[in-house]
Each structure stands twice: as C-alpha cells, then as structure tokens.
Nanobody
C-alpha cells in the first residue's frame, strides 16, 4: 500500500505565502505524476497543479504566476509553494499520486492524501 502524508496547511492573511508538502511512502517502484487538487465548500474538487517525473508541469489558470509545484523524485515528495494568496484560494488541498507502480506488481493505480486545510483570511 501507499500512504500520502500532507503538511503545511494553515491560516494565512491575503497576500501571504504557504508551502505544502506531500510525501509518498510504501513499496513504490515509480510514480508518473504527483499533484495538488483543492475543494472549497460547496464546490467540486479541481486541479491546482501537477508535475510528472520528468518535470513537466500543469497549472490551473487561477494559480499561474502565484503557485509553483516542484518534486523530489528520490524522496517521492511533491511541494506546492503558494504566494500572493487570495481568499478564493481557501480550500482543502489534496495530494495526488498518479499511475503509481509498486515493486510487487506491474499494475498501476492512483492514490490520494487525506487533505490539508488552507484558509486565507484577514
């Protein structure tokens, strides 16, 4: 099995910064992509940013220029640096590991973290 452990959420004022981390653990052979999604109250979960093992990134238009995703493949860890935070960034942020292959099988599957709350408010 694979566990994703997120950290770094919290309360921040508008214009502030936070850094989220997500570490994947388990008998992992490879992870194709890791990323962050978020879900605000009453809304659907949406993509924030993803990064492949090769370093290709994708961002939601709403966070381009403010958020930066990075990844340490050796540690199976993904980071999300969030700057210039706005109240509309308030949500539960979920870590995702896509197309994870374990050492014991050739099959792949996706995994999700439990989520970390980010609140942007004065």
């Amino acid at each position: 099995q694979v566990q994703l452990v997120e950290s770094g959420g919290g309360l921040v004022q508008p214009g502030g910064s936070l850094r989220l981390s997500c570490a994947a653990s388990g008998s992992i052979f490879s992870i194709y992509a890791m990323g962050w999604y978020r879900q605000a109250p009453g809304k659907q979960r949406e993509l924030v940013a993803t990064i492949t093992s090769g370093g290709n990134t994708t961002y939601a238009d709403s966070v381009k220029g403010r958020f930066t995703i990075s990844r340490d493949n050796a540690k199976n860890t993904v980071y999300l640096q969030m700057n210039s935070l706005k109240p509309e960034d308030t949500a539960v942020y979920y870590c995702n590991a896509a197309s994870v292959r374990l050492r014991t099988t050739i099959r792949v599957r996706d995994y999700w973290g439990q989520g970390t709350q980010v609140t942007v408010s004065s």
